[in-house]
């Protein structure tokens, strides 16, 4: 079985490598290498049977320099918190190429949408 590749692992090499690529400021480099803000959630949701399931969340705001955190909601079975913050640094990298007022951001639930009710998404 393939070993699975941490998100924010790799992330964090690709920021070294455009860091070191453009001769970011070391300072700037340690700012961006952290999100500013991370939550981690459960959600409960009453099931069709009457039980109750909770269901990990998590909402990773990045990096907000360049205006308020702009993300999405992945809603996927094997998503965990590295992911998430993975994808959130990497929209801080497309608002700024783009040249959007915006930061970066995203959030996760590790739950697969396919096996819920109608009721059950709420």
Known sequence: ???????????????DKAAKAINLDPGYHQILAHPKRVLEVGLPV???DGSIKVFMGWRVHHNDARGPCKGGIK??????????????????????VVDIPYGGAKGGVRVDPTKLSKAELE
């Open 46 to 48: 009453k099931m069709d």
């Open 1 to 15: 079985m393939a070993e699975k590749l941490n998100p924010w692992l790799n992330a964090l090499k690709q920021l």
């Open 75 to 96: 809603y996927h079975p094997n998503t965990d918190m590295d992911e998430v913050k993975a994808l959130a640094m990497l929209m801080t990298w497309k608002t700024a």
